[in-house]
């Protein structure tokens, strides 16, 4: 009845943590760029005892473990704007910007201008371009950003917005703000990545599909939970009779 309790329990903690995920994912359903992620478990055989004296033999035990939170690279629906500022990539690429932290990367190109001229993401970040952040002067006029990444003005190129792949970018990890962090060094993006100008992407979250996932998940949560209490309140009771018996 124990193994069956921690069991249980295993199921539970794998279910608590896809609930998190399901809920960051509804929290991004309207975050410009993102990402959703989903949950992967697999099965954890106990290994059996080795002693061979067992009149029974011992079963193998099956628990759930956690076996991470892939990544969703899937192409969010593309919004034109008309923001000369907003830039989407179609294809599997990232900006690369400046942070406190190093360098981060994000899908979001909801860009602005900061007070020094700077092209930033709406957080604040310096977008990184070929040769570091991309610089327009306080008098200059006609912004555009190219399908390339190029950046001009009425004064010419002031820079090319660089688009960074990796080779496994379910590596990435979240960085808070909408950013991804990478141990592995990125590389610039290849033909298949190009930029919309005057554009954003989309969160890639379905509202529908995650809503309906966060109910069946809570069901079966709930379907566990109920099932270790009974089997809980069955052990208690075994114990108390088997108390009864002794001091009978």
């Known amino acids: 009845m124990l193994n069956a309790q921690l069991i249980g329990l295993s199921a539970q903690v794998a279910l608590g943590r896809e609930l998190e995920v399901i809920a960051n994912n509804m929290a991004n359903v ?10 992967r478990f697999q099965e954890y055989l106990m290994p059996r005892a080795s002693a061979e004296t067992f009149p029974t033999p011992d079963r193998r035990l099956s628990y759930v473990i956690d076996a991470g939170t892939p990544l969703n690279l899937a192409q969010g629906a593309i919004e034109a704007t008309g923001n000369p500022l907003n830039a989407a990539i179609r294809g599997e690429a990232f900006f690369a910007v400046q942070t406190p932290q190093g360098e981060r990367y994000t899908r979001n190109g909801a860009f602005e201008l900061d007070a020094q001229g700077r092209l930033v993401t709406s957080d604040g970040f310096p977008v990184l371009g070929d040769g570091g952040p991309i610089q327009i002067g306080a008098q200059e006029t006609g912004l555009a950003i190219g399908p ?5 003005t009425n004064q010419g190129n002031r820079g090319k917005i660089r688009l960074v792949a990796f080779a496994n970018p379910q590596a990435l990890t979240n960085a808070g703000a909408n950013l991804y962090a990478s141990t592995a060094p990125a590389q610039p993006a290849g033909p298949q990545a190009r930029i919309e100008p005057g554009a954003i992407e989309r969160s890639n979250v379905s509202p529908v599909l995650t809503m309906t996932r966060m109910m069946e998940v809570n069901r079966i949560y709930t379907l566990v939970s109920d099932t270790l209490s009974r089997m809980d309140s069955m052990r208690g009771t075994a114990i108390q009779r088997l108390s009864d018996v002794g001091n009978a």
């Open 30 to 39: 309207s975050t410009t760029g993102f990402k959703a992620r989903s949950t």
């Open 148 to 152: 390339d990444g190029t950046v001009s």
